[in-house]
C-alpha cells in the first residue's frame, strides 16, 4: 500500500496540470509510478508534461497487434520529438495469434481486450504504487464519475488533466506545438484498434452498436 494515505491526497482542483504531474513525481519514487500511453488522439498532452518533468521515465505503450499504421507513425514521430522513452509490451505470441485466428473481437471483444491490454499490464501494476492516466470527464459517463485520485486495490490511479476541457487540451497543442494524431483530421476522436474504432465524437466511435464502453484497462 501507498505510504501516502487519502488524507494526505492533495485537492488538484487548486492545481496545474503541471502541479499534478509534478506533486506525484515529487512524492513517489520514479520505480513506483507507473506510465502508459496508447498514442491516441489527446495522448501527446501528458506525454509532454512527463518531458518536462521526467525525461527519461519509461513509457509504456501496448502493442495489442491491432493498431493503425497512422498510430504506430504518431508514436515514432512523438518518441523523436520529446526523446520518449518507450517501452512496447503485449500478449504472447501464441495468446495473440488466437484472437487472430479466432476473430476475438468480432464476437468477444472482451475476452480480446483481456488478452491483448488487460493481461500483459498485469505485472507491471503488481510492480508499481501508482498509475498516472490521462482520461478526460468529457470523454464518456463513465469519466464524469471519477476524482483524481482512484484506489484500485494496492494501485493508485491517478487522473491530472480529468478536469481539462476539449477547447483547454485543443488551446495546450497549439500552445506547445504538438503533433496531432493524423486519424483525428479524418474523424475519429477517441483511436483504438482497428477492429473496434470507426469514426465519431469523444469515445463513440469505439465498440460501436455495443454496450461496451472501456477496454478493461481502466475499470
Not at 173 to 179: G, K, S, Y
Amino acid at each position: 500500500m501507498d505510504s501516502i494515505g487519502e488524507s494526505s491526497w492533495p485537492d488538484f482542483a487548486y492545481y496545474s496540470i503541471e502541479e499534478r504531474v509534478r506533486w506525484i513525481f515529487d512524492h513517489y519514487a520514479e520505480d513506483e509510478i507507473l506510465m502508459t500511453s496508447s498514442f491516441g488522439s489527446s495522448s501527446a498532452l501528458l506525454l509532454h508534461l512527463i518531458h518536462k518533468i521526467s525525461p527519461d521515465h519509461p513509457i509504456y505503450f501496448l502493442e495489442t497487434g491491432y493498431h493503425f499504421e497512422e498510430t504506430l507513425a504518431y508514436k515514432e514521430r512523438l518518441q523523436q520529438q520529446l526523446k520518449l522513452n518507450i517501452k512496447t509490451i503485449g500478449a504472447p505470441e501464441n495468446k495473440h495469434r488466437f484472437t487472430e485466428e479466432n476473430f476475438t473481437y468480432e464476437h468477444n471483444q472482451d475476452l480480446c481486450c483481456f488478452i491483448n491490454k488487460v493481461e500483459p499490464l498485469s505485472t507491471l501494476r503488481k510492480s508499481h504504487k501508482i498509475w498516472l492516466s490521462g482520461l478526460f470527464k468529457y470523454q464518456n459517463e463513465n469519466r464524469k464519475q471519477l476524482g483524481f485520485f482512484d484506489r484500485k486495490a494496492d494501485l493508485l490511479k491517478v487522473y491530472p488533466l480529468l478536469d481539462m476541457t476539449p477547447e483547454e487540451v485543443h488551446t495546450y497543442f497549439f500552445i506547445h506545438e504538438l503533433p496531432s494524431h493524423e486519424l483525428v483530421a479524418k474523424g475519429y476522436s477517441s483511436i483504438g484498434c482497428t477492429h473496434c474504432t470507426v469514426k465519431g465524437s469523444e469515445r463513440e466511435g469505439r465498440w460501436s452498436g455495443k454496450a461496451k464502453v472501456e477496454c478493461g484497462i481502466h475499470l
